[in-house]
């Protein structure tokens, strides 16, 4: 792998572009809400504008319609009350005036005004004002008077037209009112504030979805890059707690899976180093035990043979003439002689153990030596009350091996056997031929071994019986492997154990 696409697949760069990402979708979906909201914005502007535009453009229509009535009065004889009534004038005109230069009503849409005085323009030209010119007329319009008696809710706009005429100078006032513009432009305001309250409501409604989610999709990573980081702490404290039988399961191209990685290798190097550490304090103990055998050899051996023939020739020379006292006398004896043996033995693990294999090789037929060292145990099984059977299936069954040791490799585990079954059993012997190799299996109905115990029946000094060293068995597995072969155990508590030795055959080694 390149280190461009390292560096593409590495834990930093797939953070920034995760966190650029996030940056990019949210600058996006806000961009597109805001343009959203600009453009229905501005529909509503538009569609307020044109409806305020329609409604000013119908005022004007209106002020027109009005001053056509007007300018068509002056020629008649008719008063414009008679002719519209106030229901059918323009909806935006409230009154239609003709007055004299001096002032005086001649005539109006509004019945009572007519012959009145009303303020005009000083200047004689054409103006504009917002004002009611009816305002403080006696005896004016009732209907008038009490429709716009507030005086400023109907928002009055008077247009003061001057007309020349054959009989002389006229103005035409037209009043009108605001209020339908006004609420007009009041209801478009209205409805852009609402607008704009639904649309900051979006807004705010879109922005708090953009940071839930980003917040969910934070966490879900963020918890997804953080798990492999508290596997590996997990891990250290095992490794610290000295469970090493386990791999960091992590399969990433980042930095992480680099360090899961070299976390392994690590977990690798320090088991090897374990191991060694202890083939080495193996190596140290054998050589201890190897030069402190020498010295039990010259010690011990000697004058356990002294005693051991001292008792024989005090058991015949020195036995009193008495049956009981007699029968006493060699019971004590045959107990010394017994443990005597037994100190015998604990010395012939010792020089086994730390002696190198200096094998009598020849032809063993293992049947029979399953014979002899069943014969050996069978006084003491006797006593305890356990069965001895032996499975001898007829075929010959032979290995090229050093017969002394092999009975000793059988009989160490013939004598455990024995011991885990202080209340009487069973202990079978099958020997059978598999591929090659002779297969010895010796069961017993005993305690069993524990299963924190069963990985360690076979290392030196380690016994679950407070007599002994602890090296029968380890002396049994190194004369197996001596032979080329190997040893097995299988148990359950309370229910027994099994030992299969395999040896290689002896037509194989021919």
Partial sequence: MSDKVKLLM?????????????????SILVLALDNWARKRVERVIVTQTEQITDT?????????????????????????????????????????????????????????VVGKQ?????SQQFEVKS????????????????E??????????????????????????????????????????ERIATENRALSNYRLAATTGVLVIALALAVIIGWRFTRPINELVVAARRVAAGNMDFQVDINRPDEVGELANTFNE???????KRELEEKLNQAERSAVIGRLTQSVAHEIRNPLNVINLSIDHASTRYAPEDEARRGQFLRILSTIKDEIARLKHLVNDLLNYGRPAQLAVERVDVNRLVSETMSLVRPQADEQGVIITVDDPGLPSEVIGDRERLKSCLSNIAINALQ??????RLSTRVAQSNGYIEIDMSDTGVGISEESISKVFEPYFSTKQAGFGLGLAVTRKIVEEHKG????????????????????????S
């Fill in 10 to 26: 590495s834990f930093r760069a797939r953070l920034m572009l995760l966190l650029t990402s996030f940056l990019l979708l949210t």
């Fill in 56 to 112: 000013v453009n119908k005022g004007y229509g209106d002020l027109a319609e009005a001053t056509n009535i007007g300018m068509q009065s002056l020629d008649s004889n008719e008063f414009i009350f008679d002719v519209i009534t106030p229901d059918q004038l323009p909806r935006t005109v409230e009154g239609i005036i003709i007055a004299k230069e001096d002032g005086t009503i001649r005539d109006s849409s509004l019945k009572g």
């Fill in 118 to 122: 009303i303020k005009l323009p000083e």
């Fill in 131 to 146: 004002e009611d010119p009816l305002r403080g007329v006696a005896e004016w319009s009732e209907d008038y008077a009490k």
């Fill in 148 to 189: 716009h008696a507030a005086g400023e809710e109907h928002l009055p706009k008077t247009y003061y037209h001057p007309i020349r005429t054959t009989e002389g100078k006229f103005w035409i006032v037209i009043v009108t009112t605001q209020k339908s513009i006004i609420n007009k432009i009041e209801a478009a305001s």
């Fill in 266 to 272: 690590m977990i690798a190097g320090l088991k090897s």
């Fill in 420 to 425: 885990a079954m202080p209340n009487g059993g």
């Fill in 486 to 509: 190997s040893i097995e155990v299988s148990s359950q508590v309370n229910q027994g154990t099994t030992f299969t030795v395999r040896l290689p055959a002896a037509t194989n080694q």
